[in-house]
Protein backbone atom coordinates (compact mmCIF):
# COMPACT_ATOMS: atom_id res chain seq x y z
CA UNK A 1 0.00 0.00 0.00
CA UNK A 2 1.34 3.53 -0.71
CA UNK A 3 1.76 6.70 1.18
CA UNK A 4 -1.23 8.04 -0.20
CA UNK A 5 -3.63 5.00 0.02
CA UNK A 6 -2.41 4.36 3.40
CA UNK A 7 -4.54 5.94 6.23
CA UNK A 8 -2.50 8.10 8.61
CA UNK A 9 -2.08 6.94 11.93
CA UNK A 10 -1.53 8.89 15.30
CA UNK A 11 1.58 8.02 17.32
CA UNK A 12 5.08 7.96 16.10
CA UNK A 13 5.96 4.67 16.92
CA UNK A 14 2.74 3.43 14.23
CA UNK A 15 4.46 5.15 12.09
CA UNK A 16 8.02 3.60 12.56
CA UNK A 17 7.87 1.86 9.35
CA UNK A 18 7.47 4.74 7.58
CA UNK A 19 9.71 7.24 8.95
CA UNK A 20 12.74 5.57 9.94
CA UNK A 21 13.57 4.36 6.29
CA UNK A 22 12.81 7.82 5.31
CA UNK A 23 15.05 9.05 7.47
CA UNK A 24 17.76 7.72 6.83
CA UNK A 25 17.25 8.80 2.91
CA UNK A 26 17.11 11.80 4.21
CA UNK A 27 20.27 11.27 6.23
CA UNK A 28 22.36 9.93 2.91
CA UNK A 29 21.20 13.18 1.22
CA UNK A 30 21.84 15.37 3.86
CA UNK A 31 25.34 14.38 4.41
CA UNK A 32 27.36 15.56 1.64
CA UNK A 33 25.13 18.56 1.07
CA UNK A 34 26.57 19.69 5.16
CA UNK A 35 29.60 19.67 4.20
CA UNK A 36 28.86 20.96 0.48
CA UNK A 37 27.59 24.06 1.59
CA UNK A 38 29.99 24.56 4.43
CA UNK A 39 32.90 24.17 2.13
CA UNK A 40 30.71 26.88 -0.10
CA UNK A 41 30.52 28.83 2.91
CA UNK A 42 34.11 28.84 3.91
CA UNK A 43 33.73 27.80 7.43
CA UNK A 44 35.01 24.82 8.86
CA UNK A 45 33.38 21.38 7.78
CA UNK A 46 32.36 20.35 11.19
CA UNK A 47 29.98 23.06 10.99
CA UNK A 48 27.97 22.08 8.57
CA UNK A 49 27.42 18.55 10.28
CA UNK A 50 26.89 20.59 13.16
CA UNK A 51 24.00 22.27 11.49
CA UNK A 52 22.50 19.56 9.89
CA UNK A 53 22.10 17.61 14.05
CA UNK A 54 21.01 20.74 15.43
CA UNK A 55 18.24 20.94 12.36
CA UNK A 56 17.02 17.16 12.66
CA UNK A 57 17.33 16.94 16.92
CA UNK A 58 16.29 20.21 17.81
CA UNK A 59 13.90 22.09 15.05
CA UNK A 60 11.95 18.82 14.29
CA UNK A 61 10.84 18.99 18.15
CA UNK A 62 9.60 21.97 17.93
CA UNK A 63 8.45 22.73 14.32
CA UNK A 64 4.72 22.48 13.39
CA UNK A 65 5.66 20.73 9.57
CA UNK A 66 5.33 17.68 9.60
CA UNK A 67 7.83 16.89 7.04
CA UNK A 68 10.09 19.66 6.44
CA UNK A 69 13.76 19.04 7.29
CA UNK A 70 16.21 22.18 8.28
CA UNK A 71 19.86 22.20 7.79
CA UNK A 72 22.68 24.52 6.53
CA UNK A 73 21.08 25.86 3.39
CA UNK A 74 22.79 27.15 -0.02
CA UNK A 75 20.42 29.84 0.00
CA UNK A 76 22.86 31.63 3.37
CA UNK A 77 26.55 30.16 1.75
CA UNK A 78 26.97 33.80 0.45
CA UNK A 79 26.13 35.35 3.59
CA UNK A 80 28.11 33.20 5.56
CA UNK A 81 31.25 33.30 3.21
CA UNK A 82 31.22 37.37 3.50
CA UNK A 83 30.39 37.44 7.32
CA UNK A 84 33.37 34.85 8.15
CA UNK A 85 35.69 36.57 6.04
CA UNK A 86 34.91 40.48 7.46
CA UNK A 87 34.69 39.09 11.10
CA UNK A 88 36.11 36.05 11.55
CA UNK A 89 34.27 32.66 12.64
CA UNK A 90 33.89 33.18 15.64
CA UNK A 91 32.83 36.75 15.79
CA UNK A 92 30.51 35.30 13.03
CA UNK A 93 28.74 32.45 15.42
CA UNK A 94 27.85 35.52 17.67
CA UNK A 95 26.58 36.44 14.34
CA UNK A 96 24.49 33.51 14.39
CA UNK A 97 23.29 33.25 18.01
CA UNK A 98 21.61 37.19 17.41
CA UNK A 99 20.35 35.85 14.48
CA UNK A 100 18.43 32.88 16.16
CA UNK A 101 16.86 35.45 18.46
CA UNK A 102 15.53 37.76 16.13
CA UNK A 103 13.86 34.85 14.62
CA UNK A 104 12.69 33.78 17.33
CA UNK A 105 11.00 37.42 17.91
CA UNK A 106 9.66 37.57 14.65
CA UNK A 107 7.77 33.99 15.46
CA UNK A 108 6.40 35.17 19.12
CA UNK A 109 5.61 38.58 17.47
CA UNK A 110 3.46 36.27 14.22
CA UNK A 111 5.48 38.30 11.98
CA UNK A 112 5.62 35.63 9.61
CA UNK A 113 3.45 37.27 7.48
CA UNK A 114 6.53 39.91 6.43
CA UNK A 115 7.78 37.38 3.81
CA UNK A 116 4.74 38.01 1.79
CA UNK A 117 5.40 40.92 0.78
CA UNK A 118 8.58 40.65 -1.62
CA UNK A 119 7.71 39.95 -4.85
CA UNK A 120 8.32 36.51 -6.62
CA UNK A 121 10.73 37.87 -9.74
CA UNK A 122 12.79 39.02 -6.09
CA UNK A 123 12.57 36.12 -4.67
CA UNK A 124 13.84 33.89 -7.38
CA UNK A 125 16.17 36.69 -8.53
CA UNK A 126 17.73 36.04 -4.96
CA UNK A 127 17.63 32.24 -5.61
CA UNK A 128 19.50 32.38 -8.98
CA UNK A 129 22.23 34.85 -7.80
CA UNK A 130 22.81 32.42 -5.04
CA UNK A 131 23.06 29.67 -7.40
CA UNK A 132 25.60 31.82 -9.56
CA UNK A 133 27.63 32.45 -6.39
CA UNK A 134 28.13 28.76 -5.70
CA UNK A 135 29.12 27.87 -9.21
CA UNK A 136 31.71 30.36 -9.12
CA UNK A 137 32.93 29.60 -5.60
CA UNK A 138 33.36 25.77 -6.15
CA UNK A 139 35.18 26.12 -9.59
CA UNK A 140 38.62 26.73 -7.90
CA UNK A 141 37.84 23.18 -5.57
CA UNK A 142 36.84 21.81 -8.94
CA UNK A 143 39.60 22.26 -10.61
CA UNK A 144 42.14 21.26 -7.71
CA UNK A 145 43.60 24.45 -7.98
CA UNK A 146 45.87 25.62 -4.82
CA UNK A 147 43.76 27.07 -1.86
CA UNK A 148 46.50 29.94 -1.23
CA UNK A 149 44.43 31.35 1.94
CA UNK A 150 44.62 34.99 -0.04
CA UNK A 151 41.45 36.80 -0.25
CA UNK A 152 40.33 36.71 -3.97
CA UNK A 153 37.77 37.66 -6.21
CA UNK A 154 35.54 35.41 -8.21
CA UNK A 155 37.18 35.50 -11.17
CA UNK A 156 40.58 36.04 -9.89
CA UNK A 157 40.42 32.71 -7.89
CA UNK A 158 39.54 30.66 -11.15
CA UNK A 159 41.94 32.21 -12.73
CA UNK A 160 44.66 31.10 -10.46
CA UNK A 161 42.91 27.83 -10.40
CA UNK A 162 43.57 27.04 -13.99
CA UNK A 163 47.02 27.68 -13.36
CA UNK A 164 47.44 25.30 -10.58
CA UNK A 165 44.83 22.89 -11.61
CA UNK A 166 44.59 19.21 -10.85
CA UNK A 167 44.52 16.26 -13.37
CA UNK A 168 43.77 13.82 -10.76
CA UNK A 169 41.10 16.62 -8.97
CA UNK A 170 39.16 17.16 -12.69
CA UNK A 171 38.90 13.33 -13.11
CA UNK A 172 37.03 13.33 -9.65
CA UNK A 173 34.95 16.26 -10.53
CA UNK A 174 34.31 14.59 -13.89
CA UNK A 175 33.11 11.67 -12.74
CA UNK A 176 30.72 13.28 -9.96
CA UNK A 177 29.64 15.65 -12.28
CA UNK A 178 28.29 12.60 -14.72
CA UNK A 179 26.79 10.50 -12.02
CA UNK A 180 24.95 13.46 -10.71
CA UNK A 181 23.29 14.43 -14.23
CA UNK A 182 22.69 10.72 -14.75
CA UNK A 183 20.64 10.47 -11.68
CA UNK A 184 18.58 13.33 -13.00
CA UNK A 185 17.76 11.05 -16.21
CA UNK A 186 14.28 9.62 -16.58
CA UNK A 187 15.32 6.30 -16.40
CA UNK A 188 17.59 6.48 -13.34
CA UNK A 189 14.76 8.06 -11.61
CA UNK A 190 12.20 5.16 -12.46
CA UNK A 191 14.09 2.70 -10.48
CA UNK A 192 13.25 2.34 -7.02
CA UNK A 193 16.99 1.74 -5.87
CA UNK A 194 17.28 5.76 -7.02
CA UNK A 195 15.91 6.85 -3.94
CA UNK A 196 17.14 4.68 -1.45
CA UNK A 197 20.73 5.79 -3.35
CA UNK A 198 20.37 9.50 -3.89
CA UNK A 199 22.60 11.48 -6.34
CA UNK A 200 24.92 13.19 -4.87
CA UNK A 201 25.86 10.62 -2.33
CA UNK A 202 26.53 7.89 -5.00
CA UNK A 203 28.94 10.85 -6.52
CA UNK A 204 30.99 11.36 -3.30
CA UNK A 205 31.36 8.07 -2.95
CA UNK A 206 32.46 7.24 -6.12
CA UNK A 207 34.71 10.30 -5.67
CA UNK A 208 36.29 8.87 -2.53
CA UNK A 209 36.41 5.45 -4.24
CA UNK A 210 37.98 6.74 -7.03
CA UNK A 211 40.74 8.46 -4.84
CA UNK A 212 41.65 5.20 -3.45
CA UNK A 213 42.34 3.51 -6.75
CA UNK A 214 44.33 6.00 -7.51
CA UNK A 215 46.28 5.42 -4.34
CA UNK A 216 46.43 1.63 -5.06
CA UNK A 217 47.37 2.05 -9.12
CA UNK A 218 49.00 5.33 -9.73
CA UNK A 219 50.20 6.93 -6.49
CA UNK A 220 51.27 9.81 -8.38
CA UNK A 221 47.34 10.75 -8.86
CA UNK A 222 46.63 10.34 -5.57
CA UNK A 223 44.26 13.41 -3.98
CA UNK A 224 45.94 13.90 -0.71
CA UNK A 225 45.36 15.86 2.24
CA UNK A 226 48.57 17.85 2.30
CA UNK A 227 47.16 19.90 -0.62
CA UNK A 228 44.21 20.69 1.30
CA UNK A 229 41.66 19.03 -0.95
CA UNK A 230 39.96 16.40 1.08
CA UNK A 231 37.38 16.99 4.13
CA UNK A 232 39.22 17.34 7.02
CA UNK A 233 37.06 16.90 10.44
CA UNK A 234 38.12 16.31 14.02
CA UNK A 235 37.47 12.92 15.38
CA UNK A 236 35.58 13.94 18.26
CA UNK A 237 36.01 10.39 20.37
CA UNK A 238 39.68 10.33 19.62
CA UNK A 239 42.42 12.43 21.41
CA UNK A 240 41.65 15.93 21.67
CA UNK A 241 39.06 16.21 19.03
CA UNK A 242 36.74 18.50 21.07
CA UNK A 243 39.00 20.91 21.75
CA UNK A 244 39.20 21.64 17.66
CA UNK A 245 35.40 22.98 18.15
CA UNK A 246 35.40 26.68 17.41
CA UNK A 247 32.26 28.86 20.13
CA UNK A 248 31.35 31.74 19.39
CA UNK A 249 33.87 34.54 21.09
CA UNK A 250 31.04 36.84 22.96
CA UNK A 251 34.63 39.32 23.89
CA UNK A 252 33.39 40.42 20.13
CA UNK A 253 32.27 43.50 19.90
CA UNK A 254 28.66 43.97 18.69
CA UNK A 255 28.60 46.75 16.49
CA UNK A 256 26.49 47.76 13.72
CA UNK A 257 27.48 45.92 10.96
CA UNK A 258 27.65 42.80 13.08
CA UNK A 259 23.76 43.63 13.96
CA UNK A 260 23.58 44.05 10.20
CA UNK A 261 24.55 40.82 9.64
CA UNK A 262 22.81 39.09 11.71
CA UNK A 263 19.40 40.51 10.42
CA UNK A 264 20.51 39.91 6.86
CA UNK A 265 20.94 36.24 8.11
CA UNK A 266 17.35 36.30 10.23
CA UNK A 267 15.50 38.14 7.23
CA UNK A 268 16.88 35.17 4.34
CA UNK A 269 16.87 32.51 6.38
CA UNK A 270 13.06 33.34 7.32
CA UNK A 271 11.94 34.13 3.92
CA UNK A 272 13.67 30.81 2.18
CA UNK A 273 12.37 28.67 5.42
CA UNK A 274 8.22 29.97 4.60
CA UNK A 275 8.98 29.41 0.81
CA UNK A 276 10.02 25.97 1.66
CA UNK A 277 7.11 24.87 3.89
CA UNK A 278 4.70 26.50 1.66
CA UNK A 279 6.34 24.06 -1.08
CA UNK A 280 6.54 20.96 1.27
CA UNK A 281 2.38 21.34 2.47
CA UNK A 282 1.97 21.26 -1.26
CA UNK A 283 3.65 17.78 -1.83
CA UNK A 284 2.52 16.62 1.32
CA UNK A 285 -0.06 13.69 0.62
CA UNK A 286 -2.09 14.35 3.25
CA UNK A 287 -2.18 17.92 2.28
CA UNK A 288 -1.48 19.15 6.37
CA UNK A 289 -0.34 23.00 7.16
CA UNK A 290 2.42 24.21 8.55
CA UNK A 291 1.71 27.13 11.17
CA UNK A 292 4.43 29.78 9.66
CA UNK A 293 4.94 31.61 13.32
CA UNK A 294 5.80 28.74 15.41
CA UNK A 295 8.10 27.21 12.22
CA UNK A 296 9.93 30.77 13.01
CA UNK A 297 9.97 30.04 16.38
CA UNK A 298 11.61 26.67 15.76
CA UNK A 299 14.15 28.01 12.93
CA UNK A 300 15.42 30.65 15.53
CA UNK A 301 15.77 28.01 18.68
CA UNK A 302 17.65 26.46 16.44
CA UNK A 303 20.29 28.69 15.03
CA UNK A 304 20.53 30.01 18.36
CA UNK A 305 21.73 26.57 19.58
CA UNK A 306 23.75 26.59 16.31
CA UNK A 307 25.65 29.79 17.11
CA UNK A 308 26.23 28.19 20.59
CA UNK A 309 28.18 25.19 19.19
CA UNK A 310 29.89 26.11 16.41
CA UNK A 311 27.49 25.75 13.86
CA UNK A 312 26.16 27.82 10.94
CA UNK A 313 22.99 29.07 10.32
CA UNK A 314 20.01 26.91 8.71
CA UNK A 315 16.56 26.86 7.51
CA UNK A 316 13.98 24.83 5.99
CA UNK A 317 15.55 23.17 2.71
CA UNK A 318 13.46 21.53 0.04
CA UNK A 319 15.75 19.45 -1.60
CA UNK A 320 16.18 17.64 1.90
CA UNK A 321 12.26 17.90 2.77
CA UNK A 322 11.28 17.04 -0.60
CA UNK A 323 13.25 13.54 -0.26
CA UNK A 324 11.65 13.09 3.05
CA UNK A 325 8.21 13.12 1.50
CA UNK A 326 9.05 10.59 -2.02
CA UNK A 327 10.78 8.10 0.80
CA UNK A 328 7.65 8.22 2.37
CA UNK A 329 7.74 10.10 5.42
CA UNK A 330 4.70 10.81 7.63
CA UNK A 331 5.66 12.47 10.92
CA UNK A 332 8.47 15.14 12.30
CA UNK A 333 9.80 11.70 13.29
CA UNK A 334 11.52 11.02 10.04
CA UNK A 335 13.92 14.32 10.22
CA UNK A 336 14.85 13.65 14.15
CA UNK A 337 15.82 10.21 12.96
CA UNK A 338 18.12 11.66 10.24
CA UNK A 339 19.52 13.78 12.98
CA UNK A 340 20.22 11.22 14.95
CA UNK A 341 22.26 9.08 11.60
CA UNK A 342 24.02 12.44 11.46
CA UNK A 343 25.12 12.67 14.39
CA UNK A 344 25.65 9.19 15.20
CA UNK A 345 28.51 8.96 12.04
CA UNK A 346 30.25 12.00 13.08
CA UNK A 347 31.07 10.76 16.28
CA UNK A 348 31.84 7.07 15.29
CA UNK A 349 33.47 7.11 11.72
CA UNK A 350 35.16 11.19 11.06
CA UNK A 351 37.95 8.85 9.56
CA UNK A 352 35.54 7.50 7.26
CA UNK A 353 34.56 11.23 5.71
CA UNK A 354 37.99 12.31 5.95
CA UNK A 355 38.70 10.55 2.48
CA UNK A 356 35.96 12.49 0.36
CA UNK A 357 37.74 14.44 -2.09
CA UNK A 358 36.69 18.43 -1.72
CA UNK A 359 36.36 17.88 -5.77
CA UNK A 360 33.24 15.59 -5.58
CA UNK A 361 31.57 17.87 -3.06
CA UNK A 362 32.12 21.12 -5.23
CA UNK A 363 30.47 18.91 -7.88
CA UNK A 364 27.62 18.35 -5.96
CA UNK A 365 27.25 22.32 -5.39
CA UNK A 366 28.02 23.09 -9.06
CA UNK A 367 24.79 21.11 -9.77
CA UNK A 368 22.99 22.68 -7.26
CA UNK A 369 23.80 25.48 -8.18
CA UNK A 370 22.99 25.60 -11.44
CA UNK A 371 19.41 24.39 -10.56
CA UNK A 372 18.99 27.67 -8.52
CA UNK A 373 20.15 29.91 -11.61
CA UNK A 374 19.11 27.34 -14.50
CA UNK A 375 19.03 29.04 -18.19
CA UNK A 376 15.08 28.08 -18.47
CA UNK A 377 14.57 30.30 -15.53
CA UNK A 378 15.67 33.37 -17.20
CA UNK A 379 13.61 32.69 -20.07
CA UNK A 380 10.64 32.30 -17.95
CA UNK A 381 11.51 36.12 -16.08
CA UNK A 382 12.32 37.35 -19.59
CA UNK A 383 8.53 36.28 -20.82
CA UNK A 384 6.84 37.07 -18.01
CA UNK A 385 7.55 40.89 -18.83
CA UNK A 386 9.62 43.70 -18.06
CA UNK A 387 7.63 44.12 -14.67
CA UNK A 388 9.22 40.83 -13.38
CA UNK A 389 12.23 40.40 -15.39
CA UNK A 390 13.77 44.22 -14.06
CA UNK A 391 13.72 43.48 -10.39
CA UNK A 392 15.13 39.77 -10.86
CA UNK A 393 17.86 40.31 -12.79
CA UNK A 394 18.44 43.51 -11.04
CA UNK A 395 18.54 41.32 -7.80
CA UNK A 396 21.20 38.95 -9.49
CA UNK A 397 23.62 41.57 -10.78
CA UNK A 398 24.10 43.65 -7.53
CA UNK A 399 23.43 40.40 -5.06
CA UNK A 400 26.38 38.73 -7.31
CA UNK A 401 28.64 42.32 -7.50
CA UNK A 402 27.91 43.66 -4.11
CA UNK A 403 26.48 41.22 -1.43
CA UNK A 404 22.98 39.65 -1.35
CA UNK A 405 21.52 42.21 1.33
CA UNK A 406 21.64 45.64 -0.94
CA UNK A 407 20.72 42.59 -3.85
CA UNK A 408 17.43 41.98 -2.39
CA UNK A 409 17.03 45.33 -1.15
CA UNK A 410 17.41 46.86 -4.53
CA UNK A 411 14.89 44.43 -6.34
CA UNK A 412 12.47 45.30 -3.51
CA UNK A 413 13.58 49.03 -4.27
CA UNK A 414 12.93 48.63 -8.34
CA UNK A 415 9.56 46.68 -8.08
CA UNK A 416 7.98 49.32 -5.97
CA UNK A 417 9.16 51.70 -8.42
CA UNK A 418 6.72 49.67 -10.85
CA UNK A 419 3.69 50.13 -8.49
CA UNK A 420 4.50 53.85 -9.19
CA UNK A 421 3.11 53.07 -13.13
CA UNK A 422 -0.03 52.09 -11.19
CA UNK A 423 -2.52 53.29 -8.71
CA UNK A 424 -2.15 50.12 -6.06
CA UNK A 425 -4.22 51.07 -2.69
CA UNK A 426 -3.63 48.45 -0.35
CA UNK A 427 -6.34 49.42 1.74
CA UNK A 428 -9.30 47.98 -0.38
CA UNK A 429 -7.75 46.18 -2.82
CA UNK A 430 -9.05 43.10 -1.71
CA UNK A 431 -12.38 42.85 0.78
CA UNK A 432 -14.02 39.51 1.85
CA UNK A 433 -17.85 39.29 2.17
CA UNK A 434 -19.51 36.45 3.85
CA UNK A 435 -23.19 35.08 3.59
CA UNK A 436 -25.07 31.77 4.52
CA UNK A 437 -24.68 31.26 0.52
CA UNK A 438 -20.95 31.35 0.80
CA UNK A 439 -17.88 33.78 0.73
CA UNK A 440 -17.11 36.46 -1.88
CA UNK A 441 -13.51 37.66 -2.22
CA UNK A 442 -13.27 40.91 -4.49
CA UNK A 443 -10.03 42.30 -6.15
CA UNK A 444 -10.53 46.16 -7.10
CA UNK A 445 -8.31 48.35 -8.63
CA UNK A 446 -4.86 47.20 -8.77
CA UNK A 447 -3.37 44.04 -6.96
CA UNK A 448 0.03 43.63 -6.62
CA UNK A 449 2.79 41.60 -4.18
CA UNK A 450 1.97 44.17 -1.58
CA UNK A 451 -1.71 42.82 -1.58
CA UNK A 452 -0.74 39.48 -1.33
CA UNK A 453 -0.62 39.12 2.52
CA UNK A 454 -4.10 40.46 2.77
CA UNK A 455 -5.00 38.14 -0.03
CA UNK A 456 -3.52 35.20 1.50
CA UNK A 457 -5.26 36.26 4.99
CA UNK A 458 -8.79 36.34 3.14
CA UNK A 459 -8.46 33.15 1.80
CA UNK A 460 -7.55 31.69 5.18
CA UNK A 461 -10.78 32.86 6.47
CA UNK A 462 -13.13 31.44 4.30
CA UNK A 463 -15.19 28.85 6.51
CA UNK A 464 -14.02 25.19 5.81
CA UNK A 465 -16.62 23.48 3.59
CA UNK A 466 -18.14 26.63 1.92
CA UNK A 467 -17.78 28.18 -1.47
CA UNK A 468 -16.17 30.84 -2.04
CA UNK A 469 -16.12 33.68 -5.28
CA UNK A 470 -13.00 35.64 -6.27
CA UNK A 471 -14.38 38.39 -8.59
CA UNK A 472 -11.31 39.82 -10.31
CA UNK A 473 -13.49 42.13 -12.58
CA UNK A 474 -13.37 45.66 -11.10
CA UNK A 475 -9.69 45.39 -10.95
CA UNK A 476 -7.37 47.20 -13.68
CA UNK A 477 -3.99 45.19 -12.83
CA UNK A 478 -3.86 41.36 -11.48
CA UNK A 479 -0.22 40.85 -10.87
CA UNK A 480 1.73 37.39 -11.43
CA UNK A 481 2.18 37.23 -7.69
CA UNK A 482 -1.22 37.31 -7.44
CA UNK A 483 -2.08 35.04 -9.91
CA UNK A 484 0.10 32.81 -8.38
CA UNK A 485 -1.58 33.15 -4.90
CA UNK A 486 -4.89 32.07 -6.21
CA UNK A 487 -3.32 29.22 -7.87
CA UNK A 488 -2.04 28.02 -4.98
CA UNK A 489 -5.20 28.20 -3.12
CA UNK A 490 -7.42 26.67 -5.89
CA UNK A 491 -5.53 23.56 -5.67
CA UNK A 492 -5.03 23.44 -2.12
CA UNK A 493 -8.77 24.14 -1.81
CA UNK A 494 -10.25 20.17 -1.70
CA UNK A 495 -8.02 19.87 1.44
CA UNK A 496 -10.71 21.78 3.18
CA UNK A 497 -13.68 20.91 1.46
CA UNK A 498 -13.70 24.90 -0.18
CA UNK A 499 -15.45 24.71 -3.91
CA UNK A 500 -13.82 27.78 -5.47
CA UNK A 501 -15.42 29.95 -8.25
CA UNK A 502 -13.79 32.82 -10.27
CA UNK A 503 -14.93 35.45 -12.25
CA UNK A 504 -13.30 38.25 -14.39
CA UNK A 505 -9.54 37.18 -13.58
CA UNK A 506 -8.18 37.42 -17.17
CA UNK A 507 -4.68 38.52 -16.98
CA UNK A 508 -3.99 42.17 -16.96
CA UNK A 509 -0.65 42.46 -17.49
CA UNK A 510 1.49 45.85 -15.57
CA UNK A 511 1.56 48.53 -17.90
CA UNK A 512 5.40 47.97 -18.42
CA UNK A 513 5.22 44.70 -19.44
CA UNK A 514 6.25 43.64 -22.88
CA UNK A 515 4.62 39.84 -22.57
CA UNK A 516 0.91 39.27 -22.30
Known amino acids: MSIESAPLEKGIGKNFRYDFPSGVVVFLVALPLCLGIALASGAPLMSGLVTGVVGGLVVTLISGSPLSVSGP??????????GIQDFGFEAFLVAVVIAGLMQTALGLFRLGILAEFFPLSVIKGMLAAIGIILILKQVPYALGGLIDGEKRGYFDAIFHAFETASTSVIIVTAVSLVILVLW???????????????????AVVS?????????????????????????????????AGFAEFQLPNFDTDINGALITLAATIAAVASIETLLCVEATDKLDPFKRVTPTNRELVAQGVGNTISGLIGGLPMTAVIVRSSANIYAGGRTRAAAWYHGALLLGLVLAVPFLLNLIPLAALAAVLLVVGYKLARISL?????????????PFITT??????VDLLIGVTTGLVVGIFMLF????SYSDAVTLSTSDEGAVIRLSKDVSFINKAKLKAAFAAVPDGSSVMIDGSAAGIIDRDIQEAIKNFQSSAGNRDITVETAGLDTRPHPLSFRG
Do not use: C, H
Not at 209 to 222: G, H, R, V, Y
Open 396 to 401: IIVTVA
Open 421 to 424: FTKV
Open 207 to 239: GLALNELFKLAMPDFEITSQAKQLVDLPELLYG
Open 73 to 82: AAGLASIVAV
Open 378 to 390: FKQMWSAGFDQFL
Open 184 to 202: ERPFIKAQSWSRILPGPLV
